[in-house]
């Protein structure tokens, strides 16, 4: 771009800032509503972690015995002591106590009973996921993160088309919906069709909310509220968590959980349309009405000609997702950042809803732990952000958490009381994790140009969900294999994205790239050179065919 073209780009994308501020009481105002509104986002995803939750289980006693002797005895006489899913083959009904056992083979269980001293009901025990059935759980988190797959590239696309608020709010009443839907399925097969309807509302509503909330805001706000959205997800953690405790049975959890967004319908009369998405689509008078009542309510006189000015251009040629790749620099920047977006999830799911596998007993005391964890991390990341620039903090934090998991192997088992000392080191691992991906998605968005900014990140957050696919399987060979297992991979790939990320550049103080072509200069290297604060980018050196 020329030096005119780039003026009239920062005056169109400046202009409502401008007059209403980087922030002031009417963007407080819409953030805070809506915010409120999407905390249950956080309960539908992470819900998992208490609905199929592991509970001990054993073969069912007979009704001949009925509750008559106690669960060990009865594991004693019908040779389950070793927790197999096998009970002695013999007529329980003549059985009286003192009888041996030796003429009597053993056979497989039919009915189970549950350990119900943390969890009244899961899916587990409702629908009988033990004895060669566990895959069926990790079947319905895999499941989960399929459906998120479709709803990435199908709102973020509807947002841009139809606008931030006509898709966010139905999107809130699609999770209340297949919430309570999902909380009466008879069936284990209904029950994954529900987690799947829920999947594909609940990620749109966070791509959509992040992109309506930056965009009320300019400045130094722009990384505050980014990573402050982020506090919005750990309030839905710890109201979870109290949720879980007091409701054990998987369907009242999933059932109450979901009632709250049933009055998102009143969003239409408390929050605007954003002002931005209607100026970039030429409603401009739309945008001007919306931007007079912001100005009234945050006490600004607005001139009495004040206008707003088209931001519209007309394009030559249309930028897609394939341009990334077509130079050196962007596709090595792009392969670096679709891996990291990878490790992020796969290793902050994976340690997110397996926290009580990986030391300790309590699962509500260890999920709130890891739930209170996640504020320093966040609020560390805020000011790394403001004061100490991208590229250092995030493959710190990435380093940090691989090498903090892989010393968990260091840590002996059943040696000290639940096993707190690997908790410890994971709750750290689990705290780097947090903070790199709140640092993640601000760096994505820095280095992705404008013009395709939305369908790059989306295209990240695509592969990103590839890790949430995976997590619950690496899980499954903690338990089959050895407990070590989980945080050995998630160590091990998090270490290794952190070292991959060293060849970032640095984004802080520099333009945000328009074209592909700019984004080109900032080019990789593991010793980069320290950025000019406010440095203006120009494409001269690079053509349209990539080439230098």
């Not at 749109?204 to 930056?214: A, K």
Request: with cysteine.
């Amino acid at each position: 771009m020329n030096s005119n073209e780039d003026e009239k780009t920062n005056d169109g994308e400046d202009q409502i800032i401008s007059i209403l501020g980087e922030i002031g009481p009417w963007q407080w105002r819409n953030i805070l509503i809506t915010g409120v509104f999407c905390v249950p986002c956080c309960w539908h995803i992470l819900i998992m972690t208490f609905m199929n939750a592991s509970v001990d289980s054993w073969c069912a006693r007979p009704p001949s015995l009925g509750q008559s002797i106690s669960i060990q005895d009865w594991k004693n006489i019908s040779g389950q002591d070793n927790g197999s899913c096998l009970v002695l083959d013999r007529d329980w009904s003549s059985w009286v106590s003192g009888q041996g056992n030796e003429d009597h083979r053993m056979v497989d269980c039919e009915q189970w009973e549950f350990d119900t001293s943390q969890f009244s009901s899961t899916i587990t025990s409702e629908f009988g996921l033990v004895c060669g059935k566990e895959y069926l759980k990790s079947i319905a988190q895999t499941l989960y993160f399929v459906g998120m797959i479709f709803g990435v590239f199908t709102f973020g696309v509807l947002a841009d088309i139809f606008g931030r608020k006509k898709v966010l709010i139905p999107l809130l009443m699609a999770i209340s919906v297949s919430g309570i839907l999902t909380s009466q399925m008879p069936t284990f097969e209904t029950f994954i069709f529900g987690r799947l309807l829920n999947a594909f509302a609940v990620i749109g509503i966070f791509e959509t909310y992040f992109t309506y909330m930056l965009e009320f805001v300019g400045g130094k706000w722009s990384t505050i509220i980014g990573g402050g959205v982020e506090y919005i997800w750990v309030t839905g953690w710890l109201s979870l968590g109290g949720l879980a405790y007091a409701l054990r049975d998987w369907r009242d959890l999933m059932l109450y959980s979901s009632i709250p967004s049933t009055l998102s319908f009143v969003l239409f009369w408390l929050i605007p349309e954003s002002p931005r998405w209607l100026l970039s689509t030429g409603r401009i008078e739309e945008a001007e009405d919306i931007v007079r009542s912001a100005a009234k309510f945050n006490k600004v006189t607005l001139p009495v000609d004040w206008k707003l000015k088209s931001v519209q251009k007309e394009k030559s040629r249309r930028t897609n997702l394939l341009d990334l790749f077509r130079y050196p620099n962007m596709r090595t920047k792009t392969l670096i950042l679709y891996y990291n977006w990878f490790v992020n999830s796969f290793a902050y799911y994976g340690l997110a809803m397996n926290m009580g596998d990986l030391g300790g007993s309590d699962v509500y005391l260890n999920f709130t732990i890891s739930g209170l964890l996640e504020i320093p991390a966040y609020t560390a990341a805020i000011l790394f952000l403001l004061y100490f620039g991208r590229r250092v903090p995030y493959f710190s934090s990435m380093i940090l958490c691989g090498a903090s998991l892989l010393s968990i192997m260091l840590v002996p088992r059943g040696v000290y009381a639940n096993d707190w000392p690997a908790m410890v080191v994971a709750l750290f691992g689990k705290m780097c994790i947090t903070f790199s991906w709140a640092v993640l998605f601000l760096y994505s968005a820095e280095i992705f140009p404008t013009e395709i900014r939305t369908s790059a990140i989306g295209s990240a957050s695509f592969i990103g969900r590839f890790g949430g696919i995976l997590a619950p399987w690496v899980e499954l060979l903690g338990k089959n294999y050895h407990p070590y297992i989980p945080a050995v991979i998630f160590g091990g790939n998090a270490l290794l994205a952190g070292l991959l990320a060293i060849w970032l550049p640095e984004t802080q103080g520099t333009e945000l790239a328009y074209t592909i072509e700019e984004s080109e200069i900032l080019g990789v290297d593991f010793f980069p050179e320290s950025c000019n604060r406010k440095k203006k980018r120009t494409n001269n050196s690079i053509n349209m065919d990539g080439n230098e």
